[in-house]
C-alpha cells in the first residue's frame, strides 16, 4: 500500500520561506515520478512542480518558477518543495502525488497521477 504523507505548511507573511515535505512508503520510491499540486477554494487542482525518480530533471509551473525548488532524498523516501517569496495567491492546500507506473514522466495533469497525500496547509498573509 503506497502511502504519501505531507507536512511543513502552515501560516507565514508574504515574503516568508517555507519547506514542504513528503514522506512516502510502500514501493521503491527512486523508480517513480513525483508531483507538487495545490488547490485554493472555488479553484481547480493545479500543478505546481513534477521531478523524475533520478531527480535528474524537474519541472515548474510559470506561476512558481524562480520562487520553488522541487527535490528529493531517495535515501530517506521524501520529496521536498522549497518555498521561498511566498505570496498571498500561493495560499492553497498541496498535495504530493506519485503516477501508477514505474519510469513514468510526470506530468502537469492530475489526472496522471495516482496516489495522493491528503494535503498540508498554506496560507501566506499579505
Known amino acids: 500500500q503506497v502511502q504519501l504523507v505531507e507536512s511543513g505548511g502552515g501560516f507565514v507573511q508574504a515574503g516568508d520561506s517555507l519547506r514542504l515535505s513528503c514522506a512516502a512508503s510502500g514501493r521503491t520510491f527512486s523508480s517513480y515520478a513525483m508531483g507538487w499540486f495545490r488547490q485554493a477554494p472555488g479553484k481547480e487542482r493545479e500543478f505546481v512542480s513534477g521531478?523524475?525518480?533520478?531527480?535528474?530533471?524537474?519541472d515548474y509551473a510559470d506561476s512558481v518558477k524562480g520562487r520553488f525548488t522541487i527535490s528529493r532524498d531517495n535515501a530517506k523516501n521524501t520529496v521536498y518543495l522549497q518555498m521561498n517569496s511566498l505570496k498571498p495567491e500561493d495560499t492553497a492546500l498541496y498535495y504530493c502525488?506519485?503516477?501508477?507506473?514505474?519510469?513514468?514522466?510526470?506530468?502537469?495533469?492530475?489526472?496522471?497521477?495516482?496516489?495522493w497525500g491528503q494535503g498540508t496547509q498554506v496560507t501566506v498573509s499579505s
Open positions: 502525488a506519485t503516477p501508477l507506473s514505474r519510469y513514468s514522466d510526470y506530468s502537469r495533469s492530475p489526472s496522471a497521477y495516482y496516489y
Open positions: 521531478i523524475i525518480g533520478s531527480g535528474g530533471r524537474t
